[in-house]
Structures are given as structure tokens and as C-alpha cells.
């Protein structure tokens, strides 16, 4: 079965630097997409970026970028010049085998300093 | 609207009344799930709805839940009889098909149940 494993209950930033949060993942499938979602304290779950896993470049969007390592099956999510409100819950999420439904991990809180 | 809406926002119920949640999916999205976030459990997968197939209740946690998708678009969770470990923050997404497109999430429905 999917799992998710997201090793960083809370990471701290300074604002203006740089972040990574961890996710490595276990699928049995050969072609599959990974997806990262922020959560603010606000409840909304927000999409930020997909990668698949045939995808040929890492995925980027904006300040948002994933360091994905196929072999190794984890898709790190990069935060670059980090701001007040990116401070959430960032959950990574995998779609579970054969289906649509995701498996999501536990979540890394992050917390931007100024 | 533009994105999924929720309905209510909030809902505090007593032990043993059925409450409903309603999810108004993205215009022309055709795909629709419902995810519940408890505390102790994480996002967890529900229930899915595509076109006019049968709905996959396979993350159904009991035969009090249980969810309609009328006309394609606008869908109804009802839970029958609460109990306290219903208390959770039930996600309602949306995509356009159910083939690795993205999910995009509503606000949700906090529930509280006494």
C-alpha cells in the first residue's frame, strides 16, 4: 500500500531564507504523480505543486520547487526567499495504488521568523 | 464561485443527532471526495464520487456515514447518529477527472460533537 513519511513534525525558518520538507514515499506503482498541499491555519487545503514521476525535470512553481529523487522516492519540497505566510502545514500526498484517493502524510508545520 | 464551497463552515451537534455536510464541487469538475482530519487519524480518505459511476465508499468508517452526489455536482455527507470520534474537519475536493488530475480542496466543515 501507499505510504507517505514526512520526517519533520515542525521546522523553523527565517524569513527571506531558503527551506526544504522532507517526504519520501512507497509505491508499488510504476507511473504515479506526487502532490504537496499547504495548510494554513485558516483549514483550507491549498495545492502548490505536482510532480510526476516520469517527468523528466524537477517541478517548479514560483518560490515552490521539488527536489525529486526517483531512486531514492522521496520529493523534498523547496521553499526559496520563505514569507510571513507561508508559515502552515505542508502535507505531501500520493495517489494510492489503482485509484484516485490520496494518502497523505503527517504534515510538517513550518514556521517563518522575521 | 470559483473554487469548492463548503457548507456549514462549522457544526456542533450533540451525541446521536445526523448531521449533513454539503460540498459545491468546481464548475465542470466531475470527480468529487470526501477526506476527514481528526487529530488522532491524519487526513484519511472517505469517499469518492466520478460521473455516474458507483461511488467508491471503500474509506467509510461506518454504516452511519454515508454520501449522494445529485445531478453530477452538488453532494451531501451524512452522518447518522454522532459520536464523539466523528469530531473531525471533513475536506471536500474536486477534479476535473479522476486520472491524476489535482484535487482541489474546499474549506471545510468543522464538526463538533458533544
Known amino acids: 500500500a501507499q505510504k507517505i513519511t514526512q520526517t519533520q513534525p515542525g521546522m523553523f525558518v527565517q524569513e527571506k531564507e531558503a527551506v526544504t520538507l522532507d517526504c519520501t514515499y512507497d509505491t508499488s506503482d510504476q507511473s504515479y504523480g506526487l502532490f504537496w498541499y499547504k495548510q494554513p491555519s485558516s483549514g483550507e487545503m491549498i495545492f502548490l505543486i505536482y510532480?510526476?514521476?516520469?517527468?523528466?525535470q524537477n517541478a517548479t512553481e514560483g518560490r515552490y520547487s521539488l527536489n525529486f529523487q526517483k531512486a531514492r522516492k522521496s520529493a523534498n519540497l523547496v521553499i526559496s526567499a520563505s514569507q510571513l505566510g507561508d508559515s502552515a502545514m505542508y502535507f505531501c500526498?500520493?495517489?494510492?495504488?489503482?485509484?484516485?484517493?490520496?494518502?497523505f502524510g503527517k504534515g510538517t508545520k513550518l514556521t517563518v521568523n522575521p | 464561485g470559483a473554487g469548492v464551497s463548503q457548507s456549514p463552515s462549522n457544526k456542533v451537534t450533540e451525541k446521536g443527532k445526523d448531521v449533513e455536510l454539503r460540498c459545491d464541487p468546481i464548475?465542470?469538475?466531475?470527480?468529487l471526495y470526501w477526506y476527514r482530519q481528526s487529530l488522532g487519524q491524519g487526513l484519511e480518505f472517505l469517499i469518492y464520487f466520478q460521473g455516474n459511476s458507483a461511488p467508491d465508499k471503500s474509506g467509510l468508517p461506518s454504516d452511519r456515514f454515508s454520501a449522494e452526489r445529485t445531478g453530477g455536482s452538488v453532494s451531501t455527507l451524512t452522518i447518522q447518529r454522532t459520536q464523539q470520534e466523528d469530531s473531525a474537519v471533513y475536506l471536500c475536493?474536486?477534479?476535473?477527472?479522476?486520472?491524476?488530475?489535482?484535487?482541489?480542496f474546499g474549506p471545510g466543515t468543522r464538526l463538533l460533537v458533544l
Open positions: 510532480q510526476g514521476s516520469y517527468d523528466e
Open positions: 475536493a474536486s477534479s476535473l477527472q479522476e486520472s491524476g488530475e489535482t484535487q482541489y
Open positions: 464548475s465542470g469538475h466531475t470527480a
Open positions: 500526498a500520493i495517489p494510492q495504488g489503482g485509484s484516485e484517493k490520496l494518502v
